[in-house]
């Protein structure tokens, strides 16, 4: 049978993800308006839009119970990431999040070797491009990346939040954001000012260092003293395992949101850390969301 996905958002993205999509054997892509409702005989979404439309768009979808795929940030408030969670959960309908490094194989294999160095002492993370966004913020736009892999290292929402601009207020185009996951921290730097895209993750562990480049020949490397070495990892593309997961979910009838769950803790710490650069640097405690 051919899934009939619907997409929403035909930026380089939303074209990027249809190329994904239509290279999987019995799936076709359908574009969908912003203007059309959520009652067409699809077999999933796809929602690639701006981000402060995200929630408005898929949770018309979700309550109808079609399986929806959500482009990071899920949402860009706590109410409308609540909402996904609860309609999602009244419905019993599958939502994935586009955390796009949780399906990076590098990534993974960090994930796999981790547990042998012993306690995290700290994390350091960098996001950055030289691409301003008219329609989000830094901080929504790479805070995302960190905060998906700081959950799943950690498996635990970071407790508060401090973010001090770099550069003049309130063009932040700069920012440095330090999560507290109890005693650890994760200093995440962000930026729109770099002529490289990078996006990267150190974690310093007792027994060692692990660092995660996205753009390195051999993205993960393991630091034990004066040894040095190379986790191995697939070489699956991160967006097609992503969305290859999406579309198994729907053929298989899950109806797993455990990722809204998800999705609306990294809201919650985000709208945290928002705040804390509207107050200059405050430290704010994290809501659960």
């Known amino acids: 049978m051919t899934l009939r996905i619907g997409l929403i958002g035909r930026g380089p993205w939303g074209r990027n993800i249809q190329r994904t999509l239509v290279s999987f054997?019995?799936?076709?892509?359908?574009?969908i308006g912003r203007g059309e409702t959520a009652s067409r005989d699809l077999?999933?979404?796809?929602?690639?839009?701006?981000?402060?439309?995200?929630?408005?768009?898929?949770?018309?979808?979700?309550?109808?119970?079609?399986?929806?795929?959500?482009?990071?940030?899920?949402?860009?408030?706590?109410?409308?990431?609540?909402?996904?969670?609860?309609?999602?959960?009244?419905?019993?309908?599958?939502?994935?999040?586009?955390?796009?490094?949780?399906?990076?194989?590098?990534f993974l294999a960090l994930l796999d070797v981790q547990p042998r160095l012993g306690a995290i002492r700290?994390?350091?993370?960098?996001?950055?491009?030289?691409?301003?966004?008219?329609?989000?913020?830094?901080?929504?736009?790479?805070?995302?990346h960190d905060l998906s892999m700081a959950l799943a290292l950690f498996r635990r929402p970071p407790d508060r939040v401090s973010v001090t601009a770099l550069g003049d207020a309130p063009?932040?185009?700069?920012?440095?954001?330090?999560?507290?996951?109890?005693?650890?921290?994760?200093?995440?730097?962000?930026?729109?000012?770099?002529?490289?895209?990078?996006?990267?993750m150190t974690v310093e562990a007792e027994n060692g260092t692990l660092v995660f480049d996205d753009k390195a020949e051999r993205k993960v490397t393991l630091r034990q003293g004066d040894t040095v070495s190379y986790p191995t990892y697939a070489d699956e593309l991160p967006l097609t395992r992503e969305l290859r997961l999406f579309i198994e979910a729907i053929r298989s009838g899950s109806g797993d949101h455990a990722q809204a769950l998800q999705g609306a803790i990294i809201?919650?710490?985000?709208?945290?850390?928002?705040?804390?650069?509207?107050?200059?640097?405050?430290?704010?405690?994290?809501?659960?969301?």
């Open 122 to 144: 700290s994390v350091a993370c960098h996001g950055m491009n030289d691409r301003p966004r008219a329609d989000t913020s830094v901080l929504w736009d790479w805070l995302p």
């Open 43 to 106: 077999d999933g979404v796809v929602i690639a839009s701006v981000s402060a439309t995200h929630a408005e768009l898929a949770l018309p979808y979700i309550e109808a119970g079609i399986p929806t795929f959500i482009e990071k940030p899920m949402a860009t408030g706590v109410a409308d990431a609540r909402r996904i969670c609860a309609a999602a959960e009244r419905a019993a309908a599958t939502v994935f999040v586009g955390h796009i490094h949780l399906h990076n194989p590098a």
């Open 267 to 289: 809201v919650a710490a985000i709208v945290a850390a928002e705040d804390s650069l509207a107050q200059g640097g405050a430290t704010v405690e994290i809501a659960g969301a």
């Open 171 to 200: 063009a932040t185009q700069a920012a440095v954001a330090t999560f507290a996951f109890g005693n650890v921290p994760m200093v995440s730097t962000v930026s729109w000012r770099s002529p490289v895209r990078r996006q990267t």
């Open 25 to 31: 054997p019995g799936v076709s892509v359908e574009p």
